[in-house]
């Protein structure tokens, strides 16, 4: 949808931050260093999710930080799609970031 060959604006970066209880969280930070050493900072929504159409290079590297807690991707991030299948599935996810 978001591949920037319909009609739906152009993601590069897009997801959902959850709580460990599985609430969306708003107002959180996503902030992402790509390859290039850039720094984008990106405001969740009242919903959760985040998203940017910034021009990025990949890999990045993220983290989701909300006063006083902040956590750490451990790894790389190689895909903008961070509820895809495979990495943090929409619901269940492994391995995915959240706040308390």
């Known amino acids: ?3 920037g060959s ?3 604006p152009r993601f590069t970066v897009a ?3 959850y709580n460990s209880n599985g609430a ?3 107002g959180a930070t996503i902030s992402v260093v790509d390859a290039a050493n850039r720094k984008f900072d990106i ?3 009242a919903n959760g999710n985040f998203y940017t159409g910034a021009t990025m290079t990949f890999p990045i590297h993220v983290i989701a930080s909300k006063c006083p807690s ?3 991707m ?3 991030v190689t895909s903008g799609n961070c509820n895809k299948s ?3 599935a929409a619901t269940g996810g492994a391995g995915r970031i959240e706040l308390p």
């Open 15 to 17: 997801g959902t931050l």
């Open 86 to 88: 495979g990495c943090h």
């Open 24 to 26: 969306a969280v708003k």
């Open 6 to 8: 319909g009609e739906a």
């Open 1 to 3: 949808c978001h591949t």
């Open 70 to 72: 902040a956590e750490k």
């Open 74 to 76: 451990e790894a790389a």
């Open 43 to 45: 405001v969740t929504k």
